[in-house]
């Protein structure tokens, strides 16, 4: 009697969670955890600036492990995309930045470069706070600390 109580029961959960379609189980694993990551080195050259208009501005991103999107800013400009992630690889696509008028021809070029870089972003490593967006070669293209 138990043993056909308990197949009722694992029977009706399994009904139960095949209906439950906005059910999504998603083994969150950073940095694809909504964590927020402020980019410090692009290419290995540390940022041409880290305040803008009297703020301090950081270029950052954040991936949503639920809907595979991935944002962020430059200094100026924001930028939303979509990410797709495997063991230890990543790709970004479809990525629309803003196209705000910067004052500073430095900040112009270094989100241009950010933005760019993202698109050629396979791989990513992290250790402890630290993460690293690779291209192809394994060359870090971003480098970026763990803010929230």
């Given amino acids: 009697m138990i043993k056909n109580l308990f197949a009722w029961i694992v029977g009706i959960q399994m009904v ?32 041409t600036l880290q305040t803008y208009q009297g703020e ?15 944002t962020g800013r430059g200094l100026c400009n924001k930028f939303l995309g979509k990410f ?25 070029a270094q989100d241009a470069r950010f933005f760019s870089y993202l698109k050629s972003i396979k791989s990513y490593s992290i250790h402890g706070k630290v993460l690293k967006l690779l291209d192809a070669q394994n060359n870090p293209l971003i480098i970026a600390r763990w803010a929230r």
């Fill in 84 to 108: 797709s992630q495997g063991k230890n690889t990543v790709t970004i696509q479809d990525i629309v930045t803003t196209n705000e008028t910067c004052l500073s021809n430095d900040v112009n």
């Fill in 16 to 47: 139960l969670g095949s209906g439950l379609a906005f059910a999504q189980v998603v083994e969150k694993q950073s940095p694809f955890d909504e964590s927020v990551w402020r980019v410090e080195s692009l290419q290995g050259q540390k940022k």
């Fill in 56 to 70: 301090k501005n950081y270029a950052s991103i954040s991936f949503n492990p639920y809907s595979h999107k991935v």
